[in-house]
Protein backbone atom coordinates (compact mmCIF):
# COMPACT_ATOMS: atom_id res chain seq x y z
CA UNK A 1 0.00 0.00 0.00
CA UNK A 2 1.34 3.46 -0.86
CA UNK A 3 0.02 6.27 1.17
CA UNK A 4 0.01 10.05 -0.25
CA UNK A 5 -0.11 12.97 2.46
CA UNK A 6 -0.91 16.42 1.65
CA UNK A 7 1.39 16.32 -1.27
CA UNK A 8 1.53 19.53 -2.67
CA UNK A 9 3.93 20.89 -5.81
CA UNK A 10 4.36 24.38 -7.43
CA UNK A 11 6.53 25.40 -10.37
CA UNK A 12 7.44 29.11 -10.34
CA UNK A 13 4.38 30.18 -8.35
CA UNK A 14 2.07 27.66 -10.21
CA UNK A 15 0.52 25.53 -7.76
CA UNK A 16 0.27 21.87 -9.85
CA UNK A 17 -0.21 19.63 -7.00
CA UNK A 18 -2.37 21.50 -4.00
CA UNK A 19 -2.84 18.97 -1.02
CA UNK A 20 -3.15 14.84 -2.32
CA UNK A 21 -4.47 12.63 -0.25
CA UNK A 22 -4.87 9.39 -1.74
CA UNK A 23 -3.96 5.70 -1.13
CA UNK A 24 -2.86 3.13 -3.69
CA UNK A 25 -4.52 -0.27 -2.39
CA UNK A 26 -2.31 -3.66 -2.66
CA UNK A 27 -3.41 -5.88 -5.31
CA UNK A 28 -5.11 -3.49 -7.50
CA UNK A 29 -4.91 -2.09 -10.67
CA UNK A 30 -4.72 1.93 -8.93
CA UNK A 31 -6.19 4.48 -12.11
CA UNK A 32 -5.06 7.87 -11.77
CA UNK A 33 -7.59 9.48 -13.94
CA UNK A 34 -7.86 12.64 -15.48
CA UNK A 35 -7.31 14.75 -18.27
CA UNK A 36 -4.02 16.35 -19.63
CA UNK A 37 -2.74 19.20 -17.63
CA UNK A 38 -4.37 17.75 -14.19
CA UNK A 39 -1.36 17.10 -12.11
CA UNK A 40 -1.17 12.69 -12.54
CA UNK A 41 2.47 13.06 -14.06
CA UNK A 42 3.50 15.45 -11.07
CA UNK A 43 2.09 12.91 -8.81
CA UNK A 44 3.08 10.13 -10.16
CA UNK A 45 7.06 11.64 -10.27
CA UNK A 46 6.75 12.61 -6.81
CA UNK A 47 5.80 9.14 -5.13
CA UNK A 48 8.35 7.11 -6.86
CA UNK A 49 11.51 9.93 -6.01
CA UNK A 50 11.90 11.67 -9.28
CA UNK A 51 10.30 15.20 -8.27
CA UNK A 52 10.20 16.02 -4.46
CA UNK A 53 6.83 17.42 -2.83
CA UNK A 54 7.23 20.81 -1.25
CA UNK A 55 5.10 19.75 1.57
CA UNK A 56 3.92 16.16 2.15
CA UNK A 57 4.71 12.84 2.77
CA UNK A 58 4.28 9.47 0.81
CA UNK A 59 4.38 5.98 2.43
CA UNK A 60 5.43 2.71 0.98
CA UNK A 61 3.62 -0.12 3.11
CA UNK A 62 4.75 1.80 6.08
CA UNK A 63 7.70 3.32 5.65
CA UNK A 64 7.94 6.87 4.88
CA UNK A 65 9.91 7.61 2.12
CA UNK A 66 9.78 11.13 1.67
CA UNK A 67 13.16 13.00 3.30
CA UNK A 68 13.88 9.49 4.84
CA UNK A 69 17.65 8.14 4.56
CA UNK A 70 19.13 7.55 1.31
CA UNK A 71 19.99 3.79 2.11
CA UNK A 72 15.77 3.68 2.68
CA UNK A 73 14.77 5.53 -0.62
CA UNK A 74 16.95 3.21 -2.45
CA UNK A 75 15.76 0.04 -0.91
CA UNK A 76 11.88 1.20 -2.07
CA UNK A 77 13.09 2.11 -5.21
CA UNK A 78 14.97 -1.46 -6.03
CA UNK A 79 11.11 -2.57 -5.10
CA UNK A 80 9.47 -0.33 -8.22
CA UNK A 81 9.32 -1.00 -11.14
CA UNK A 82 7.99 1.13 -14.24
CA UNK A 83 5.81 1.25 -17.66
CA UNK A 84 7.12 4.46 -19.36
CA UNK A 85 4.51 5.71 -22.01
CA UNK A 86 6.85 5.33 -25.37
CA UNK A 87 7.92 1.65 -23.77
CA UNK A 88 11.65 3.32 -23.85
CA UNK A 89 13.22 -0.19 -24.56
CA UNK A 90 17.27 0.21 -25.85
CA UNK A 91 17.65 -0.32 -29.21
CA UNK A 92 20.75 -1.76 -29.65
CA UNK A 93 19.52 -4.24 -27.15
CA UNK A 94 17.30 -7.36 -27.95
CA UNK A 95 14.00 -8.08 -26.47
CA UNK A 96 16.36 -10.53 -23.84
CA UNK A 97 18.65 -8.06 -23.15
CA UNK A 98 16.24 -4.87 -22.41
CA UNK A 99 14.23 -7.25 -19.95
CA UNK A 100 17.86 -7.82 -18.21
CA UNK A 101 19.06 -5.27 -17.84
CA UNK A 102 17.46 -3.87 -14.33
CA UNK A 103 18.68 -7.38 -12.94
CA UNK A 104 21.75 -6.27 -13.85
CA UNK A 105 21.41 -2.92 -12.42
CA UNK A 106 19.82 -3.55 -8.79
CA UNK A 107 20.54 -7.34 -8.43
CA UNK A 108 24.46 -7.68 -8.81
CA UNK A 109 23.87 -10.56 -6.54
CA UNK A 110 22.15 -12.85 -9.58
CA UNK A 111 24.41 -15.36 -11.46
CA UNK A 112 24.22 -15.36 -15.00
CA UNK A 113 21.79 -18.38 -15.31
CA UNK A 114 19.10 -16.86 -12.66
CA UNK A 115 19.18 -13.77 -14.53
CA UNK A 116 18.31 -15.91 -17.58
CA UNK A 117 16.40 -18.05 -15.84
CA UNK A 118 14.20 -15.30 -14.95
CA UNK A 119 14.40 -13.07 -18.35
CA UNK A 120 12.62 -16.41 -19.31
CA UNK A 121 10.38 -16.44 -17.06
CA UNK A 122 8.77 -12.73 -17.19
CA UNK A 123 8.96 -13.11 -21.40
CA UNK A 124 7.15 -16.36 -21.12
CA UNK A 125 4.51 -14.11 -18.57
CA UNK A 126 3.65 -11.80 -21.08
CA UNK A 127 3.54 -14.12 -24.26
CA UNK A 128 6.78 -13.28 -25.64
CA UNK A 129 9.05 -16.50 -24.89
CA UNK A 130 10.14 -16.73 -28.51
CA UNK A 131 10.95 -13.02 -28.95
CA UNK A 132 14.06 -13.15 -26.92
CA UNK A 133 16.28 -12.52 -30.12
CA UNK A 134 14.32 -9.88 -31.71
CA UNK A 135 15.38 -6.08 -32.00
CA UNK A 136 12.98 -3.52 -30.88
CA UNK A 137 13.01 -2.03 -34.49
CA UNK A 138 11.52 -5.80 -35.49
CA UNK A 139 8.50 -6.39 -33.00
CA UNK A 140 5.05 -4.42 -33.48
CA UNK A 141 3.72 -1.48 -30.60
CA UNK A 142 1.91 -3.87 -28.43
CA UNK A 143 4.90 -6.56 -28.13
CA UNK A 144 7.01 -3.40 -27.36
CA UNK A 145 4.44 -2.27 -24.29
CA UNK A 146 4.99 -6.08 -23.05
CA UNK A 147 8.68 -6.16 -23.33
CA UNK A 148 8.01 -3.11 -20.88
CA UNK A 149 5.79 -4.81 -18.43
CA UNK A 150 8.00 -7.93 -18.29
CA UNK A 151 11.34 -5.72 -17.46
CA UNK A 152 9.20 -3.93 -14.93
CA UNK A 153 8.28 -6.83 -12.93
CA UNK A 154 12.05 -8.43 -13.55
CA UNK A 155 13.26 -7.73 -10.43
CA UNK A 156 10.40 -8.78 -8.49
CA UNK A 157 8.79 -5.95 -7.94
CA UNK A 158 6.12 -4.95 -5.42
CA UNK A 159 4.89 -1.85 -6.90
CA UNK A 160 4.25 -0.89 -10.87
CA UNK A 161 3.58 2.27 -12.08
CA UNK A 162 2.22 2.54 -15.68
CA UNK A 163 2.19 5.44 -17.53
CA UNK A 164 -0.50 5.80 -20.09
CA UNK A 165 0.33 1.80 -20.86
CA UNK A 166 -2.42 2.45 -23.86
CA UNK A 167 -0.68 5.21 -25.42
CA UNK A 168 -0.19 5.25 -29.77
CA UNK A 169 -1.94 1.42 -29.61
CA UNK A 170 -4.81 -0.26 -31.55
CA UNK A 171 -8.19 -0.75 -29.34
CA UNK A 172 -7.51 -4.03 -29.19
CA UNK A 173 -3.87 -4.10 -28.33
CA UNK A 174 -4.77 -1.73 -25.32
CA UNK A 175 -7.34 -4.31 -24.07
CA UNK A 176 -4.99 -6.98 -24.07
CA UNK A 177 -2.11 -5.00 -22.42
CA UNK A 178 -4.87 -3.58 -19.69
CA UNK A 179 -5.83 -7.50 -19.18
CA UNK A 180 -2.12 -8.50 -19.07
CA UNK A 181 -1.69 -5.82 -16.32
CA UNK A 182 -4.48 -6.62 -14.30
CA UNK A 183 -3.64 -10.57 -14.70
CA UNK A 184 -0.53 -9.48 -13.28
CA UNK A 185 -1.18 -7.12 -10.82
CA UNK A 186 -3.65 -9.64 -8.98
CA UNK A 187 -1.47 -12.35 -9.28
CA UNK A 188 1.95 -11.48 -7.51
CA UNK A 189 -0.58 -8.79 -5.59
CA UNK A 190 1.68 -6.00 -6.63
CA UNK A 191 0.51 -2.68 -5.97
CA UNK A 192 0.15 -1.04 -9.42
CA UNK A 193 -0.90 2.42 -10.03
CA UNK A 194 -1.83 3.31 -13.93
CA UNK A 195 -1.82 7.02 -14.89
CA UNK A 196 -4.91 7.21 -17.82
CA UNK A 197 -7.61 9.48 -19.19
CA UNK A 198 -8.38 6.18 -20.95
CA UNK A 199 -12.11 5.78 -19.96
CA UNK A 200 -12.22 2.16 -21.41
CA UNK A 201 -9.20 1.00 -19.10
CA UNK A 202 -11.48 2.68 -16.43
CA UNK A 203 -14.59 0.51 -17.40
CA UNK A 204 -12.25 -2.53 -17.98
CA UNK A 205 -9.64 -2.92 -15.03
CA UNK A 206 -10.57 0.13 -12.19
CA UNK A 207 -10.76 -1.63 -9.21
CA UNK A 208 -9.63 1.83 -7.31
CA UNK A 209 -9.75 5.32 -9.49
CA UNK A 210 -8.96 8.28 -8.05
CA UNK A 211 -9.54 11.20 -10.07
CA UNK A 212 -7.62 14.35 -10.39
CA UNK A 213 -9.23 17.87 -11.66
CA UNK A 214 -6.83 21.14 -11.59
CA UNK A 215 -4.22 20.01 -9.03
CA UNK A 216 -7.37 18.19 -6.21
CA UNK A 217 -8.16 15.09 -5.64
CA UNK A 218 -12.07 15.74 -6.32
CA UNK A 219 -13.23 11.61 -6.28
CA UNK A 220 -11.94 8.52 -5.56
CA UNK A 221 -13.67 4.94 -5.64
CA UNK A 222 -14.23 1.73 -8.39
CA UNK A 223 -15.31 1.10 -11.85
CA UNK A 224 -18.65 0.10 -10.23
CA UNK A 225 -19.70 3.68 -8.64
CA UNK A 226 -17.83 5.63 -10.89
CA UNK A 227 -21.23 5.98 -13.50
CA UNK A 228 -23.19 7.37 -10.31
CA UNK A 229 -20.36 9.68 -9.50
CA UNK A 230 -21.98 13.21 -8.22
CA UNK A 231 -18.84 15.25 -8.86
CA UNK A 232 -20.01 17.47 -12.02
CA UNK A 233 -15.97 17.43 -13.12
CA UNK A 234 -16.10 13.40 -13.19
CA UNK A 235 -18.95 13.50 -15.37
CA UNK A 236 -18.23 15.77 -17.64
CA UNK A 237 -15.16 14.05 -18.33
CA UNK A 238 -16.54 10.44 -17.83
CA UNK A 239 -19.97 11.03 -20.47
CA UNK A 240 -17.00 12.18 -22.94
CA UNK A 241 -16.85 8.85 -24.06
CA UNK A 242 -19.51 7.19 -26.56
CA UNK A 243 -18.22 4.04 -24.57
CA UNK A 244 -18.95 5.19 -21.35
CA UNK A 245 -22.74 6.71 -22.08
CA UNK A 246 -24.02 3.41 -23.84
CA UNK A 247 -23.08 1.80 -20.91
CA UNK A 248 -24.57 4.18 -18.94
CA UNK A 249 -27.70 3.85 -21.06
CA UNK A 250 -27.41 -0.05 -19.97
CA UNK A 251 -27.11 0.01 -16.73
CA UNK A 252 -30.15 2.15 -16.34
CA UNK A 253 -32.23 0.36 -18.55
CA UNK A 254 -31.56 -2.90 -16.84
CA UNK A 255 -32.13 -1.11 -13.56
CA UNK A 256 -35.68 -0.20 -14.40
CA UNK A 257 -36.39 -3.45 -15.61
CA UNK A 258 -35.02 -4.80 -12.18
CA UNK A 259 -37.42 -2.27 -10.07
CA UNK A 260 -40.18 -3.26 -12.72
CA UNK A 261 -40.25 -7.04 -11.40
CA UNK A 262 -39.50 -6.36 -7.74
CA UNK A 263 -42.63 -4.49 -8.02
CA UNK A 264 -44.61 -6.71 -9.92
CA UNK A 265 -43.16 -9.87 -11.68
CA UNK A 266 -45.83 -10.23 -14.18
CA UNK A 267 -44.99 -6.75 -15.33
CA UNK A 268 -41.14 -7.93 -16.37
CA UNK A 269 -42.66 -10.35 -19.29
Known amino acids: MI ?3 NVQKS ?3 NAVLKGINCTFETGKCNLLLGGSGTGKSVLLQCIVGLMKPDIGSITFDGTVFTNNKVN ?3 EI ?3 IGMLFQGSALFDSMTVFENTEFPLKMLTPEMTKEERRDRVEFCLKRVGLENAGNKMPSEISGGMKKRVGIA ?3 APNC ?3 FCDEPNSGLDPLTSLKIDELIHEITH ?3 ITTAIITHDMNSVVEIGDHIIFLHKGLKLWDGTKDTI ?3 EVPELKEFIFSSSLVRAAKRVDEQEGGLESISAEDPMNAH
Open 3 to 5: EIH
Open 11 to 13: FDG
Open 72 to 74: IRQ
Open 77 to 79: RRK
Open 151 to 153: RAI
Open 158 to 160: TYL
Open 187 to 189: EYN
Open 227 to 229: LNA
